[in-house]
């Protein structure tokens, strides 16, 4: 099972946000930094060359390339001639470490940590270099890096298997649901365990970095802390330390957010009026579904935690749609024919889907205040909102309180 696809933006900070979502905004997000830190007493900065070696099985007819993952994004640093055997052998001269992709194409690739003077030995298959790689020489952090995501696809493999069994239940299976659920959960709970014990083991080594995306701010908030100090250390100097900074101090600040400004949503205020076109291009008004409990849901076929999160929303708008429960789609999404691929690969059978498809530039954020997604807000029967940011069991808790 593959998840490389687009991992090179996920390092560059991180997931489903406004400056998570777009190259362009992560580079804004660059722009003036300062870190005012201590200077360690070992400079980690060595400029040389490093080689990249191996045996590449079923070899393309087109050369490998290798990109710099920095602050303007992929940056290619060349081709890497692979010869009819598999065999290739590239010098790289490069002034600093860094995260490095060697690839046929995005979806093709493999991860790299490399540093100056190191040498990288590879062997894979060309059909699908990330799920075969072997590295028998590398940086420690390519090592690590690879052993991090054997077991992040172990997991998500298992939680994917869920998810397509609890889809396949019959509505009224809720004793079957239940059980799944708790495995879901179990697995989820697992897979933390081994992150926090991961991010223990390895403090010292600027590999973590990536890791804030795979943080809650909610319930790991110390080790998204544990990270920015050993960036301090092992990134130093770097733009990858600049970066981690910024992104450490934005977990920190949402969890310690500053009193609701007038005109931004609160519990118990009425919940801004939205008004976009649907699939088909009709108006479609929040305040149509007065008289029902509605669900706003803020969502993308890009965002992978909202497509995670889908099967749930499907299965509470199934129990709960005969009690006056309904949904209001909203999509972040710029296509809109990914837009509606989704909505159908999903089943969000319910009629209320809406979006003005300009992504992060939507009229909804400065009504709404979100700054990630999937972001829901529960609504009464009167428009009046109820609760936010409900997703999972909450969600479920929170629906079968209302409507038993």
Not at 152 to 167: C, I, P, T, V
Request: glycine residues 6%.
């Amino acid at each position: 099972m593959k998840y490389l696809t687009s991992i090179f933006i996920l390092l560059l900070f991180f997931g489903c946000s406004q400056e998570q979502e777009s190259i362009e905004s992560q580079n804004e997000a660059n722009e003036g930094l300062t870190s005012a830190i201590e200077k360690p007493d070992t400079e980690i900065r060595n400029e040389g060359s490093t080689i990249i070696s191996g045996k590449i099985s079923n070899p393309k007819n087109i050369p490998l390339s290798i990109n710099f993952i920095g602050p303007a994004g992929m940056q290619n640093m060349g081709a890497i001639d692979v010869d009819s055997s598999g065999n290739f052998n590239h010098e790289l001269t490069i002034d600093d470490i860094g995260f490095y992709s060697l690839a046929y194409n995005a979806e093709n690739s493999i991860l790299l940590f490399i540093e100056p003077g190191s040498s990288t030995v590879i062997t894979a298959d060309g059909n699908q270099l990330f799920d075969s790689y072997s590295l028998t020489e590398s940086t420690k952090d390519s090592k690590l890096i690879k052993e991090y995501f054997e077991e992040y696809n172990r997991f998500a493999k298992e939680q994917q298997d869920l998810n397509l069994q609890m889809s396949a239940l019959d509505y009224s299976a809720d004793d079957a649901r239940t059980e799944l659920i708790a495995k879901s959960e179990a697995i989820r709970a697992e897979f933390n365990q081994y992150k926090r014990s991961f991010i223990d083991a390895n403090e010292e080594m600027p590999m973590l970095a990536f890791l804030l995306d795979h943080l809650n701010p909610k319930t790991e908030l110390d080790y998204i802390k544990k990270i920015g100090e050993s960036a301090k250390k092992s990134l130093f100097g770097t733009h990858y330390n600049d970066m981690v900074q910024r992104v450490v101090q934005a977990r920190i600040q949402s969890q310690n957010p500053p009193p609701t400004p007038s005109g931004q949503i609160a519990v118990g205020q009425m919940a801004p009026e939205i008004a976009f076109p649907n699939p088909n291009g009709e108006i479609i008004k929040l305040s149509s579904l007065r008289g029902k409990l509605v669900l706003l849901d803020f969502w993308a076929s890009w965002c992978r935690p909202c497509r995670m999160e889908n099967p749930n929303v499907v299965r509470m708008y199934n129990k709960y749609k005969d009690k006056g429960f309904d949904i209001y789609s909203f999509s972040l999404d710029q296509d809109p024919a990914r837009w509606k691929n989704a909505i159908q690969q999903d089943g969000l059978v319910w009629p209320n889907h809406a979006s003005d498809l300009k992504g992060w530039n939507t009229a909804t954020i400065p009504l709404y205040g979100f700054k990630g997604i999937p972001f829901t807000v529960l609504i009464d029967k009167d428009g009046k909102i109820l609760e936010t940011n409900l997703r999972g069991p909450a969600l479920e808790n929170k629906l079968k309180s209302l409507l038993g």
